[in-house]
């Protein structure tokens, strides 16, 4: 496993001939085995960060550093699909393939016998508390937490060595949510993953090892 290091990150947009800041100089270390929280107010610049850790994005300046390399260096189409994976509010599950399908789909795609996806599904399924009564199930027959799981075992199925969450618990009710909470911190703790999670819920800034809050493009720690 490895974490994620920024190195004096900036990041700003033209907009009509203006160019507005939204990143302002930040250097973090966010370590593997570990959960960290990013709290900040919408329109913050939070899903500009998650974008600069996933490599969607390049900081205008500094750099996000992960192995030893910038994800300027890196071959960013492999580092999305390697490396980091990305658990969303909105879950992003095919409606038309199955929960197992849905999990063994990007091991597909990475050229892995269908075999070998099958079984991997299954463990990761496992891992997040879902057993083979629901393989054969469709999203739409699923609990927005059992979706959230679904989402969250296909992530693990990556292989991926970082997994970032934006506002995880955000579509689920209370104890749904705490659900969701526990299998990150599992994930973290036990399983050596570096946890990035963008988020509202106090709840998981109350369980994570280090809390960020991101104001006026900078991020100070709590």
Known sequence: MAGIELKHIQKAYTVDGRTL??????????????ITVLLGKSGCGKTTFLSMLAGLDLP??????????????????????????????????????????????????????AHKAKETAKEK????????????????ML???????????RALA???????????????????????????KTLAREQGYCVIVVTHDLGIAAEADEVLHLSDGMVKAE
């Open 21 to 34: 800041p939204v990143l302002k100089d930040i250097c973090l270390q966010i370590p593997e085995n570990s």
């Open 158 to 184: 990556s292989d991926a060595k970082v997994l970032l969450a934006d506002e995880p618990t955000g579509n689920l009710d209370t104890e749904n949510g705490k659900n969701i909470i526990d299998i990150l």
């Open 143 to 153: 609990s927005g937490g059992e979706q959230q799981r679904v989402a969250i075992a």
């Open 60 to 113: 205008s300046d500094g750099a996000v550093e992960f192995g030893g390399k910038t994800t300027a260096e890196l071959n960013r189409d492999k580092y999305r699909m390697d490396d980091v994976a990305l658990i969303c509010q909105s879950f992003n599950l095919f409606p038309l393939l199955t929960v197992l399908e849905n999990v063994m789909y990007p091991m597909t795609l990475r050229g892995i016998s």
């Open 125 to 140: 399924l496992a891992a997040v508390g879902l057993d083979e009564t629901y393989y054969k199930r469709l999203p739409d």
